[in-house]
């Protein structure tokens, strides 16, 4: 086992605090060298530093030969808590600590904020106080059209792969991370601003002493693009398996989603465009719902039941002209930038595939000329030997394998939900499994964020692979470990949602908000504890999982 994977960095000395929460919605599993050097280094870690200058920090406060923003350790993807917290604490409003509950949740072992005399810049807070005036005044964001029409353009114009040159290949990978970053920093922009609009609703309810509504205010708000392959693949569920339209459909579903799969940020993944396989058992899972039960009058009924909310909201502080104003401007930012948040990422994942697409017909080539084992060991290569792979392939063929199988043992390692300053030796980390939790009894309750409210009861399906959703059947309790958009068709068919990672904004919750699920994340060791097949009941509202039954038969 190697100490260190070949595209690590070193954590930085100035923000030292570093977490996998919200990143593993990202990357949750390794990245690859050509994942990490091209998509990572150059796009993701230099679009989030362009979005955090315009309003929340100075050029002069990172430092420019390394990268900060974004860890990669043990080549697992984490996010920088430090300077989220910084943003907390120059945003008007908002604390460091309600940043860390809205993008990171609670877990245990995060080391609380020790504040800094520099975190303190009146000069920056005047800018973000501005850009908190822009976005509350936002009734639209045309901008997150305008991105979705040139990824389109992009898109449409794709020449046909196999008929380019080698170099005209690798001229596309190098095209696409210049407008890839551009859609990074919108993605950070937007989402930054749906945290501050669910701050400020939440300050309103907890001073009229309902916190539990807040979340119930942002459920079901339409138009969430990480939900619409679920309406997708219900309808195609409803159709016979034996039916001719199945096939045409399923063709339909991936030119329209084929970007999206499980960790589909990685360009190593397989894709629901590139394997249909993962297409049909997301189908097949759907099959046993009854139709009455679709997504979309989940939807429905949320959404009217957060107007309803809204609206005694609104009666209660009718007198109050500051709150009122502050609660209703909060509620349409919140909605807005939620919604946008997910716009933004399906926007990057299908640019992020046109670069897929272009690597993955490179490394056809080169096995079919003998030079690769297989199409993903093009993946192994990192961005600056991309030239090298073109001339000398030949030299690549041992290192590839080498390296593959270097990445496929980082996928056993699990890794430490927190990295404070200094990152331990892989030949350290636990395994997977390894650190079995004693599992729950009946009449336990685990706890965590409440993410979508309701309560329902349902056998308990622990799913660790969106893939793999076979277990998981009309009625389940989905218990993931994190969930990605390729968790989302999953959601249909379940009574509840539970996570063991996440936040109030984060995936898991913003969909079960759309699609009316229960949901609770953030519960530590939930997929490991939660019997398989056990009796729970979720409470959405609460934020707990009560085990009624362990011995369920089920």
């Known amino acids: 086992m190697l100490d260190r994977w070949i595209v690590d960095v070193e954590p930085s000395p100035t923000y030292p605090i570093y977490t996998r929460a919200n990143a593993g919605e990202v990357y949750p599993d390794p990245v690859s060298p050509l994942s990490g050097s091209l998509v990572f ?18 050029a002069d406060e990172f430092d420019g030969s390394r990268a900060e923003i974004l860890g990669c350790f043990g080549g697992y993807l984490y996010l920088n808590m430090s300077l989220t917290r910084i943003f907390g604490a120059r945003m008007p409003g908002l604390t460091p600590e309600q940043v860390d509950l809205q993008y990171f949740g609670t877990m245990p072992g995060i080391p609380p904020y020790d504040e800094r005399p520099e975190d303190v810049d009146i000069e920056r807070s005047g800018a973000l106080g501005a850009w908190v005036g ?14 979705r029409a040139g990824v ?25 991370v210049e407008p890839y970053r551009r859609l990074f920093d919108r993605h950070i922009t937007v989402s930054a601003a749906s945290g501050f609009g669910v701050s400020i609703v939440g300050q309103v309810c907890a001073s009229l002493g309902h916190p539990e509504a807040t979340m119930a205010l942002f459920a079901g708000i339409g138009d969430v693009d990480s939900a619409a392959p679920s309406y997708a693949l219900w309808e195609l569920s409803r159709l016979e398996r034996e039916s001719p339209d199945l096939a045409a459909g399923v063709a339909r579903f991936q030119a329209d989603f084929g970007s999206r799969g499980p960790n589909e940020w990685e360009l190593r993944s397989p894709t629901w465009g590139t394997d249909d396989r993962l297409v049909h058992a997301v189908i097949d899972s759907m099959r046993g719902v009854p139709d009455d039960d679709s997504p979309a009058s989940h939807q429905a009924a949320r959404a009217e039941e957060a107007d309803r909310l809204a609206a005694e909201m609104v009666a209660s502080i009718e007198g109050d002209a500051e709150a009122h104003g502050q609660f209703l401007a909060g509620l349409r930012s919140g909605r807005l930038h939620l919604a946008g948040r997910e716009r933004t990422k399906t926007t990057i994942i299908r640019l992020l595939h046109e670069q897929r697409l272009a690597a993955r017909e490179l490394g056809r080539r080169l096995v079919e000329r003998g030079h690769l084992g297989t199409v993903e060991q093009v993946f192994m290569v990192k961005a600056d030997e991309l030239d090298e792979l073109l001339a000398y392939p030949h030299a690549f063929t041992t290192l590839c394998a080498e390296r593959e199988q270097a990445y496929l043992e980082l996928f056993e390692l699990d890794p430490p939900f927190i990295i404070a300053g200094a990152v331990p030796p892989l030949r350290e980390w636990s395994r997977r499994g390894a650190d079995d939790q004693d599992q729950a009894a009946e009449g336990d309750v685990l706890t965590g964020i409440p993410g979508c409210p309701g309560v329902a009861r349902g056998r308990a399906r622990v799913v660790l692979d ?28 379940a009574a509840a949602v539970v996570v063991d990672v996440g936040a109030q904004i984060s995936h898991a919750v913003i969909v079960s908000r759309e699609l009316g699920l229960p949901c609770v994340v953030s519960v530590t060791g939930a997929t490991r504890r939660i019997p398989d097949g056990a009796l729970v009941e979720v409470d959405g509202d609460a934020g707990t999982v009560r085990i009624l039954e362990v011995d369920a038969g089920g």
């Open 466 to 493: 969106p893939a793999d959703p076979t277990s998981l059947g009309p009625g389940d309790v989905l218990i993931a470990p994190i969930t990605d958009p390729a968790w989302t068709p999953l959601f249909v068919p």
């Open 152 to 176: 389109d353009k992009v898109v449409a114009a794709r020449p046909d792969l196999r008929g380019v040159t080698d170099q005209e290949l690798v001229d596309r990978l190098r095209a696409l």
């Open 41 to 58: 280094q150059q796009g993701s870690e230099l679009g989030w530093r362009d979005s955090y200058e315009r309003y929340t920090m100075r």
């Open 134 to 147: 822009e976005l509350l005044a936002a009734e639209d964001l045309p901008d997150l059209r305008d991105d």
